[in-house]
């Protein structure tokens, strides 16, 4: 993989896999933004932004030359998906994504 592959990176994956945590990283070494699709998601009280709204600030969030993205919500794929450069695929076992999902919990 060549340096100008990782222009705009999505970082996929189950709940507990580490997503936000190894976008922010690789954002943080790239220098480039990092944009958390829950961030752009969820309202006050975890109510759901409207459609539009979410797809609007995805559209904004992601209108650069350059950043990495987590998340995996099929509403904004299509606004995600073409631009990216790079699929990152977290596909940890079960043991691991439950055990991190139980201390989220606790």
Do not use: Q
Not at 8 to 30: D, I, M, N
């Amino acid at each position: 993989m060549k340096p100008e592959d990782l222009r705009r990176v999505v970082v996929v994956g189950t709940s507990c896999a580490g997503k936000t945590t190894l976008a922010r990283e690789l954002a943080s070494g790239l220098g480039c933004p990092h944009v958390e699709l829950d961030a752009l998601f969820w309202e006050a009280d975890w109510t759901e932004a409207a459609d539009e709204v979410f797809r609007e600030r995805t559209r904004t969030a992601t209108v650069g030359d350059r950043w990495v993205l987590d998340g995996n919500y099929s509403r904004v794929v299509d606004i995600v998906w073409p631009r990216a450069t790079a699929v990152v695929w977290l596909n940890l076992g079960f043991a691991t994504v439950f055990s991190r999902a139980v201390r989220r919990t606790w």
